[in-house]
């Protein structure tokens, strides 16, 4: 089992952006926060098996540091 940091915004509609930062490419939405979860894991699931179809080693997790700064 594998697992990946994942990227949430929550857009202007409601909807939820999604991307993965160790899968390069590796984007989706959800109509909620819940659905973007669950689109999240189908994301990662399907670029998983690209790449284990096309014999190649997934990427490894890097260290995601979520940060926020204050702007004038």
């Known amino acids: 089992m594998s697992k990946y940091s994942i990227v949430l915004s929550e857009e202007i509609d409601g909807r939820y952006s999604v991307s ?6 590796c984007h989706t939405w959800g109509d909620s926060f819940e659905h973007a979860l669950d689109m999240a894991r189908e994301a990662i699931d399907l670029y ?3 790449l284990k179809a ?5 990427p490894q997790e ?4 979520l940060a ?3 702007v004038a």
């Open 20 to 25: 993965v930062p160790a899968l390069p490419g």
């Open 48 to 50: 998983l098996e690209d």
């Open 54 to 58: 096309n014999h190649e080693q997934p």
């Open 62 to 65: 890097t260290s995601v540091v």
């Open 68 to 70: 926020s700064v204050e």
